[in-house]
């Protein structure tokens, strides 16, 4: 299968740790994004990358997050000194260029206690 | 915030056809129409997208309206692995990012 794959499916943690995730877009996708869901939302823009630049960051980014595609193909989320509040789904995506299709991958679910 | 509005809910017979109604009122001329659904605890799965024309996949179809200011997507012979939640979604065609709203949560019952 050649879909997005997404590394750790679920990560526990506790506060105050530090959390590192990984996606693998589609081969060839240029673009790759990052999304958060909460329980009962639907998932939210965090940022996204064209090639290895990082183009756009939501104000939800905040200084404790940071992300990085370095070679243009698969792309890491970190989060810094974890808080309760960061509990939540990470999505990724990626498409072939702006106005096509993203495809999501299986997230990575992270409870922080 | 999200620039969609979808009924919160909605329940289809298994069999029958599901449709699931959009507005996208304040739609810009090169924003396309998106349709996502995700079952529980998996990533959404794309389902079919449109910019002005009704299109047709394996999946279902999706039917626009002239003015563009509403869309209904349509599960022509829904089955009980078709509950989930719908997400219609407009996006630009040069940041490519998807605004998601609250989405409509089918139920298909036997």
């Known amino acids: 299968d050649t879909g997005v794959s997404q590394d750790p499916r679920h990560k526990i943690t506790k506060r105050g740790q530090n959390v590192t995730f990984r996606c693998d877009p589609i081969?060839?996708?240029?673009?790759l994004y990052w999304y958060r869901q909460t329980l009962g939302q639907g998932p939210e823009f965090l940022t996204y990358f064209q090639n290895e630049a990082q183009l756009e960051k939501s104000r939800l980014l905040s200084d404790r997050f940071s992300a990085e595609r370095p070679k243009g193909s698969f792309s890491t989320l970190e989060i810094q000194r974890t808080e309760q509040g960061d509990s939540a789904m990470y999505l990724c995506a990626s498409s072939s260029w702006g106005a096509d299709t993203q495809y999501f991958g299986p997230g990575t679910r992270l409870t922080v206690l | 915030d999200a620039k969609t509005t979808q009924p919160p809910s909605m329940d289809c017979a298994e069999g029958r056809a599901a449709n699931l109604p959009c507005n996208h009122s304040t739609i810009s001329g090169n924003e396309y129409v998106y349709w996502y659904r995700q079952i529980h605890s998996q990533g959404p799965q794309y389902i079919i997208h449109?910019?002005?024309n009704n299109e047709t996949n394996e999946m279902a179809s999706l039917i626009i309206t002239e003015d563009r200011k509403s869309s209904t997507l349509i599960l022509p012979h829904a089955t009980l692995r078709d509950t989930a939640v719908y997400y219609c979604?407009?996006?630009?065609?040069?940041?490519?990012?998807?605004?998601f709203g609250q989405g409509t949560t089918l139920q298909v019952k036997p």
């Open positions: 449109g910019l002005k």
């Open positions: 979604i407009v996006s630009a065609s040069n940041t490519g990012k998807l605004i």
């Open positions: 081969s060839e996708h240029n673009r």
